[in-house]
């Protein structure tokens, strides 16, 4: 059919463009033209790539046969209709003989279009021949939409067979050429897992390893690549906890291995992605919760399918209605057996009450599980899909961010989930998480993902590990810079000492090797100095809050005696005869599930609630700071941070007074070079510690927090309790960070049952509900408790331990 069809030939191999004339397949006088072009051109398409020398080449040629074929166009050549190559030089069409000037000139202008051609995915034709595109010296016009969906669509079916997707030829693209929309790549996924299905009744299921090799991932908003050369393996039964700061990549890398664009993962393998953000469509925004947990299990769905199929095949043949001769009896009833032990192995029969279950350790009451999905917030919705993925247990499992709208009680459960079930002891968990307690109870190994170097570089260990070596690796870099610069000192001191006084020729000579030995060290600390740069990326400048100072005698900031409240509408009260006292240096934490009225309590305490009964008492000199989940986004992102502070303090407009607003910038961790960026281009912890000097300007006496670590990475999260403990005044803290809770809560409250109590310690609370889950979940293993601080908290002690 090429032959036929085709006058012109594009052979691509090895980065290298072959092209003539087509002559029954050969091609006479073929020329080897090295393109600078054509890696680009290789890989210019997924479509093209795999069929580069079947659909591909017909495509460019359609209608070349019109055209009578013209001249040849080759990559990097001044070669076409409008010139002649002789042995004098290159003529063009008058038979001017052109000077080298004109050639170059002609040879760069030829280049510029080829890679104008290549930037459109050159390689799949519109309809013109490639004949004509020769005949005005410019390489064939870019794809017509039709043609290009073919491509597209035979590119899918070869994937879907199993086909190994090239990285690199995805990367060449340009940025954000593959990346697809969440609600895109869901319906992908769903497809995805209804293909592994089908294969794993063919082949079983997947329990290998994944392994990447040199991946790149290119930045979706443009730019540089977020991560280049990246090759790691995944290996079942351990849990990665990729992490890095805000900005890194660390979601879209997510992405990539979700839509199958890294490593080798199979058709075969069963993959569930749970993104910070749940979309619902049309046909799932009317479930209930369970339905559409019960609904995501699709390999328990399509055996059930096949169970009913296989079944009616039986009926009818017993029946006496005539069956096809491929459903023959025996072979149905062999069908109907593997499919029912298939269903056994996934436990089928339990699937409604283990859903459930499920649900209910993630904090779903009856009322939440009774209504549809689409009445429900973004962080119920999130849940909902967390309890989907965990329940179909897939082969690969990805959770970007899963505790994020969780309370501690479900965050417990998840743990001992991912850690003790034997289910995921054959299966692979990459996990993206700021909550340090969680990434050290469940994370056998770590991923990290550098922005300053693009590259992605596993450890083994949990998070905790993993700073502690980076600690240690710092401590070691500072000293072997100090032994180092001592050296070079001493050797440059000789060295300058022997050329300024002179010597012999011998002392001359030791004089310039010990020159280059203190070169050859500075070589050696530059190069350790990149690699420490990047271990110091991760960590924060210290965030020194503004405090307003002692009361006079009154010690309490507010108090609450006696009240109880009740919103309109209930027909019970949410909180009862509370009494509560608040102290000019105490530092209180809020604990107990959502809904229990943690919230109310701190709307009364500011004065946003007015009791039903009882007497909240403020003192009148008080100053209250505010800092809320969503903080971050409050600030003016179009200004920079200190005309941000101008705006909201104007003061006199001195030149101490914009000092002063500068320091107050500095000491909250604002380095003098970011105060003058636009806050647009500032990190989340950047911009969150412009909020933070927003709020401690006023100097509080009070610092009022709801979930304030919900955006912040790991490292700014560290900053933030540092600050806090340090911080002389007052804070309120309503926080689901275990970590961050245990390192600054001194006083310990918990909410529930419309009551508000005191506990001895926040390890003495994860203790108790760690006991409460374990007798619901039948469990009888020992508890422990770890120090304050150090990483991990109450934890069960089985196998692994919790």
């Known amino acids: 059919f090429v032959t036929g069809l085709c006058q012109d030939r594009w052979d691509v191999d090895g980065g290298r463009v072959f092209e003539g004339r087509m002559d029954n397949g050969e091609i006479p006088g073929a020329e080897e033209v090295p393109s600078e072009d054509a890696p680009e051109q290789a890989s210019a398409s997924l479509g093209a790539q795999a069929v580069s020398r079947s659909l591909a080449g017909v495509a460019m040629q359609a209608g070349g046969a019109g055209r009578g074929g013209g001249g040849h166009w080759a990559a990097g050549t001044a070669v076409n209709s409008n010139t002649s190559k002789t042995n004098e030089g290159v003529r063009d069409v008058k038979g001017r003989l052109l000077s080298k000037k004109e050639q170059r000139a002609l040879e760069k202008k030829q280049r510029q279009q080829n890679k104008a051609s290549a930037a459109k995915k050159a390689g799949l034709g519109t309809g013109v021949s490639a004949g004509a595109a020769a005949e005005e010296g410019v390489p064939p016009p870019a794809p017509n939409a039709s043609e290009e969906k073919k491509a597209k669509r035979l590119a899918k079916k070869l994937a879907k067979q199993g086909m190994k997707q090239s990285v690199e030829g995805l990367g060449s693209l340009g940025p954000g050429a593959h990346e697809t929309s969440d609600q895109g790549l869901e319906m992908a996924l769903a497809e995805a897992q209804r293909e592994a299905i089908r294969l794993r009744g063919e082949v079983g299921p997947f329990n290998g390893s994944v392994e990447v090799e040199r991946a790149t991932v290119a930045n979706p908003g443009g730019g540089q690549n977020l991560v280049d050369d990246a090759s790691f393996v995944l290996v079942p039964g351990r849990v990665y906890g990729l992490i890095g700061r805000n900005g890194t990549g660390k979601s879209t ?38 339905e559409l947990v019960l609904a995501g299990d699709i390999e328990r769905h399509s055996l059930l399918a096949e169970v009913k199929a296989v079944e009616d095949s039986l009926a009818a043949v017993e029946e006496g209605k005539p069956a096809s001769s491929a459903n023959d009896t025996a072979q149905l009833q062999r069908r109907l057996v593997s499919c029912q032990e298939r269903l056994d192995m996934i436990d089928a029969d339990t699937a409604e009450p283990r859903a459930l279950e ?38 690969l499992l990805l959770l970007d961010e899963p505790t994020n709208h969780c309370s501690i009680q479900a965050v417990l459960w998840l743990i001992q989930e991912l850690r003790q079930s034997e289910a995921w002891k054959s299966r692979i968990i990459v996990v993206v998480s700021h909550d340090r307690f969680f990434l050290d109870e469940v994370c056998t190994d770590t991923l990290h993902l550098s922005g300053i170097a693009k590259r992605l570089t596993p450890s083994r260990g949990n ?80 965030l020194r809050l503004l405090a307003g100072g002692s009361l006079g005698d009154a010690d309490t900031l507010v108090s609450l005696h006696n009240v109880s409240f009740q919103y309109p509408g209930m027909d019970h009260l949410l909180l009862g005869a509370v009494d509560f006292n608040l102290g000019s240096k105490s530092k209180v934490v809020l604990l107990g599930e959502n809904g229990n009225g943690k919230t109310t309590l701190v709307k ?59 320091g107050h ?35 509080p006496h009070l610092l009022v927090m709801d979930e304030p670590t919900n955006n912040l990475d790991l490292e700014a999260i560290e900053a933030l309790a540092e600050g806090l403990e340090h911080f002389d005044g007052g804070v309120i803290l309503v926080s689901h960070d275990q970590y961050f809770v245990s390192r600054v809560a001194r006083e310990v409250f918990v909410v529930e049952k419309g009551s508000v109590s005191r506990v001895e310690s926040f390890e003495r609370y994860q203790t108790r509900e760690l006991k409460k889950l374990q007798r619901r979940l039948g469990t009888k293993q020992r508890v422990a408790t770890t120090q304050k601080g150090g990483g991990t908290a109450a934890a069960a002690v089985g196998k692994g331990g919790l």
Not at 622 to 649: C, E, W, Y
Request: aromatic content about 6%; charged content about 25%.
């Open 253 to 290: 890398l997510m992405r990539n291995l979700a839509a199958r664009r890294v490593g080798n993962i199979p058709a075969s393998a069963l993959m569930h992605y749970v993104s910070q953000e749940v979309r619902l469509t049309p046909e799932t925004e009317c479930l209930t919760p369970l």
């Open 358 to 395: 499920m649900l209910q350790h993630l904090g779903f009451t009856e009322e939440l599980l009774a209504r549809p999905l689409t009445s429900l917030s973004g962080g119920w919705r999130v849940r909902v899909a967390l309890a989907t993925a965990i329940f179909a247990r897939p082969d």
């Open 604 to 662: 009364l305490l500011l004065g946003h609630l007015e009791p039903t009964q009882g007497e909240v008492r403020r003192n009148p000199q008080i100053r209250i700071g505010l800092v809320n989940q969503h903080h971050a986004d409050q600030i003016d992102l179009s200004l920079t941070p200190l005309a941000f502070m101008k705006r909201q303090f104007p003061g006199d407009h001195s030149y101490d007074y914009d000092q002063k607003l500068r």
């Open 665 to 699: 910038l500095s000491s909250c961790g604002v380095r003098a070079e970011q105060q003058m960026v636009k806050c647009q281009d500032l990190s989340g912890g950047q911009r969150s510690r412009v909020a933070m000097a927003a709020v401690s300007f006023t100097q």
């Open 463 to 542: 998070y905790g590990l993993w700073a502690k070596r980076r600690r240690q690796l710092l401590k070691e870099y500072e000293h072997r810079r100090e032994t180092r610069q001592a050296q070079v000192d001493k050797l440059n001191e000789y060295a300058g000492h022997g050329f300024r006084y002179g010597g012999s020729e011998s002392q001359i000579n030791m004089m310039k090797m010990k020159a280059k030995q203190a070169d050859k060290l500075q070589e050696e600390q530059a190069a350790e100095d990149e690699e420490a740069e990047v271990l110091k990326e991760d960590l924060e400048l210290p």
